[in-house]
């Protein structure tokens, strides 16, 4: 079993940064694919990015490409979201998530989640 902490979040306004940070315990850390998913309010939960097991990849969603980048640690167990260029549309929770196998993009396929942490962008 994997546990997820994600911390980070905040208030901020647009065209400023944020850098979302997620702690795993309990398993394997280098194991797992992580993936940062958000959710706005009535909207479905939607992904965007993830990055391999060791690292060497990495994808993003077209609406966040060239602002935000992932990263991780697999000494300290942690994966990491900086979020540069920030826009109000980008207002979510934001979640971290593990998984083994599936599709890097698809909510189902991830195993594990963290509880959230709230990103507001303010005009």
């Known amino acids: 079993q994997v546990q997820l902490v994600e911390s980070g979040g905040g208030l901020v306004q647009a065209g400023g940064s944020l850098r979302l940070s997620c702690a795993a315990s309990?398993?394997?850390?280098?194991?797992?694919?992580m993936g940062w998913f958000r959710q706005a309010p009535g909207k479905e939960r939607e992904f965007v990015a993830s990055?391999?097991?060791?690292?060497?990849?990495?994808y993003y969603t077209d609406s966040v490409k060239g602002r935000f980048t992932i990263s991780r640690d697999n000494a300290k167990n942690t994966v990491h979201l900086q979020m540069n260029s920030l826009k109000p549309e980008d207002t979510a929770i934001y979640y971290c998530?593990?998984?083994?196998?599936?599709?890097?993009?698809?909510?189902?396929?991830?195993?594990?989640w963290g509880q959230g942490t709230q990103v507001t962008v303010s005009s």
């Open positions: 309990g398993g394997s850390f280098s194991n797992y694919a």
């Open positions: 990055i391999r097991r060791s690292g060497d990849g990495t």
């Open positions: 998530a593990a998984k083994r196998y599936g599709l890097h993009y698809r909510v189902n396929d991830y195993g594990y």
